[in-house]
C-alpha cells in the first residue's frame, strides 16, 4: 500500500512535468548563485510555469494514435489523465500572462517571445518537407541543440537581464557567455541518453536526432566530451579554485557516472528522476558546499 501511494506520487511528479518545472527553477537559482546575487521570484516563478506549459503542451502536441499501447509508461500516464494534464496547462498559461504583462521587463518580453515561438515550433509541424508537415524537432540533428538552447536562455540570460532592467546589476558579456556556454553543454549531455532511450522510436518516426545520425556508441561519447567540455570551461576561466568549482564538478563527474550507468534497460524513473535530477542536484551540491 505504501509502495504503491509512493509511486502515485512520484508519476504525478514526474510524468505531470511538475518535477522538471522544479528542475528548471533550480537552474534559475544556480545562476544567481554563481553571480553572488538574490533570485528574483518573478523570474523563477515564469520559468517555473512556463516550463510546465511548454513540457505539457509539447506532450499533447505530440500525442500519438494510441497512446494506451505506447511502450512508454510517461504516454501511457498523461493521456490516461488527460484532463488533469490540460487543467494544469492551463493554470500554468493564466499564471505566465500577469507575471509576463506586469513583472517582466520589455527586454525580457521580447527574449521570451522569441524562445515561446522556438519551443512552440518545436512539435507544431508548420515546415514542408517532401510534402509532409514537420516541426523543428524533425530537422536533422537540431532537436538536441533547440532543447539547450531554451534551457541556457530561459535559466541563464533571462535571469542575467532582469538583473541588469530591474536592479541595474551589470555581468559583463565575457561572463554571460560563459554561463550560458557552460549551461549549454551541461544541458546537452543529460538530453542524449533520453534520445539514446528512444533510438528504435526516433527512427520509426524519422527523427534525425543525434543517436540515430551517430549510432548508440558514439552518442555515449559524445555525452561525456560534452561534459569534459563543460569541465575544461570550467577550469580554464576559473582564476582560483574554489568551493563553487569543486561543486560544479562534482556535479560534472555524477552526471557523467548517471550517463554510463544509463542504457536501454533502464526503467523510465532512471531517466525523468536521476538524469533530469541532476539539475536540482547541482544547486544542492552548490548550497551544500556553502555551509562548509
Not at 8 to 16: A, Q
Not at 53 to 72: D, G, I, Q, T, W
Not at 160 to 170: A, D, T
Not at 182 to 200: G, M, Q, S, Y
Request: glycine fraction near 4%.
Amino acid at each position: 500500500m505504501v509502495k504503491r501511494a509512493f509511486f502515485s506520487v512520484l508519476d504525478f511528479l514526474l510524468f505531470s512535468n511538475l518535477f522538471i518545472a522544479f528542475c528548471a527553477v533550480a537552474q534559475g537559482l544556480v545562476t544567481y548563485y554563481l553571480l553572488k546575487v538574490p533570485a528574483d521570484k518573478y523570474v523563477l516563478a515564469f520559468v517555473f510555469f512556463s516550463t510546465l506549459l511548454v513540457y505539457n503542451l509539447s506532450m499533447l502536441l505530440a500525442k500519438p494514435k494510441e497512446p494506451h499501447k505506447s511502450p512508454f509508461k510517461r504516454v501511457r500516464w498523461i493521456f490516461s489523465h488527460h484532463r488533469l494534464i490540460i487543467s494544469i496547462t492551463l493554470i500554468a498559461t493564466l499564471c505566465i500572462i500577469p507575471i509576463t504583462l506586469l513583472y517582466l521587463s520589455i527586454q525580457a518580453k521580447l527574449l521570451m517571445s522569441f524562445v515561446g515561438i522556438i519551443a512552440i515550433a518545436y512539435n507544431l509541424p508548420f515546415l514542408s518537407v517532401n510534402q509532409k508537415k514537420i516541426g523543428l524537432r524533425n530537422l536533422p540533428g537540431i532537436k538536441l541543440f533547440l532543447i539547450a538552447f531554451v534551457w541556457s536562455v530561459s535559466c541563464v540570460l533571462l535571469p542575467i537581464v532582469e538583473l541588469e532592467n530591474n536592479y541595474g546589476i551589470s555581468v559583463s558579456l565575457g561572463e554571460t557567455l560563459l554561463l550560458v556556454a557552460k549551461r549549454f553543454l551541461f544541458i546537452c549531455a543529460i538530453t542524449i541518453p533520453f534520445d539514446i532511450r528512444d533510438l528504435f522510436q526516433d527512427k520509426l518516426y524519422e527523427l534525425k536526432t543525434i543517436p540515430v545520425m551517430l549510432g548508440e556508441k558514439k552518442a555515449w561519447i559524445f555525452c561525456q566530451a560534452l561534459l569534459g567540455a563543460y569541465l575544461i570551461l570550467l577550469i580554464l576561466f576559473t582564476k582560483t579554485i574554489n568551493l563553487d568549482v569543486v561543486g560544479l564538478a562534482l556535479t560534472i563527474f555524477l552526471t557523467g557516472w548517471l550517463i554510463f550507468k544509463s542504457n536501454l534497460k533502464r526503467n523510465e524513473y532512471y531517466y525523468f528522476f536521476f538524469l533530469d535530477g541532476t539539475m536540482l542536484l547541482q544547486y544542492i551540491i552548490l548550497c551544500g558546499l556553502s555551509f562548509i
